[in-house]
């Protein structure tokens, strides 16, 4: 089955920053921050940097048509790598570009990579453990600040992909992000990890999924087995998934990987082996989540 992966990272080189501060490049894949904890970016295997190049070859390997490419201050943002990838690869790849609404170059910044660069995707991740909130104050994301970039999105005619964090911490706003989207009822909105509900948290996820069915409203489901930590084939992920598409509909769901540091707990292959073989999902259903939906949504800005 032809396949769109909507949640992938290119890295050409690891200069990430969360609440432990900046990342020093260790090699190997590995990052040692600031409070002297290292951390493994990239699985084994993969070396120290993932290039176009080397994802083509991963999407050729399982017929993958063609990906998004989301930043990830995990990792370190890349917005620039990322444009030079889907100028070489124009048919294969479609980058997203994600910028500090701190900034105080911010309108130049946003210029030049939507104007200029010609970005048609926003990713913004406001997790407090490596997005906005890990290095400034809590931001309501139906405040002035993020309105502003909800705002310019929407002028701009960008599908929004959002990262809210995890459950329990103060970037997880579920009715300020449904209060933000219904001012821009003309904006597609992608929430990633199916707002990331975590093992055993399948009221958090109904509740979200009935706050967030909205016209306008998509979810990718990149990482959510590691969210859970559901040992394959992801059972309690697979129930998750059928409660969501139970509540949305298989039409809002997309398939994404998190690739490439979700694959230090599984492979590329299960990543979405676990979909075909499901029992409890139609045929119909794993076709819109791994293919259908992403092509109607971005096949149009390639």
């Known amino acids: 089955m032809k396949k769109i992966d909507c949640h992938v990272h290119l890295m050409e080189n690891l200069h990430g920053i969360g609440a432990k501060g900046y990342l020093r490049d260790l090699g190997n894949g590995c990052g040692q921050y600031e409070n002297g904890e290292i951390v493994r970016i990239i699985p084994e295997g993969f070396g120290n940097k993932v290039t176009a190049e080397d994802f083509i ?39 997203a570009a994600m910028y500090d609404p701190f900034s105080r170059q911010k309108e130049s910044i946003r210029n030049y990579l939507f104007d200029e660069l010609g970005f048609k995707i926003i990713k913004m991740e406001m997790s407090n453990t490596s997005g906005i909130m890990c290095n400034h104050d809590t931001v309501d994301l139906d405040g002035d600040l993020m309105n502003d970039v ?9 599908i929004f992909f ?8 103060d970037c997880y706003q579920i009715e300020h992000l449904r209060n933000a989207i219904l001012k821009y009822p003309d904006m597609t909105f992608v929430i990633c990890h199916l707002t990331a509900p975590q093992h055993d948290n399948k009221d ?32 309690e992920t697979q129930d998750y998934l059928r409660t969501a598409i139970d509540i949305v509909g298989s039409d809002k769901i997309l398939w994404g990987t998190d690739f490439p540091s979700a694959m230090k707990n599984t492979t590329y292959k299960d990543s979405y082996t ?3 073989e499901s029992e409890i999902l139609s045929e119909e259903e794993k076709e819109n989540i791994l293919y259908n939906n992403a092509y109607r949504l971005f096949k149009k800005l390639l």
């Open 150 to 158: 909800y705002k310019h999105a929407n002028e701009h005619g960008l």
């Open 274 to 276: 676990y979909i075909l």
């Open 162 to 169: 959002m990262d809210i964090g995890r459950p329990g911490n």
């Open 57 to 95: 070859k991963i999407m050729d390997q399982n017929d993958v048509e063609f990906c998004i490419v989301l930043q990830s201050p995990y990792g370190g943002v890349q917005n620039l790598f990322t444009a030079e990838a889907m100028k070489k690869y124009p048919n294969r790849i479609l980058g």
């Open 204 to 235: 958090i996820l109904i509740n979200n999924m009935n706050m967030l069915k909205l016209k306008n409203v998509y979810f990718d489901i990149a990482s959510l087995y590691n969210n859970v930590k559901d040992p394959y084939p992801f059972l």
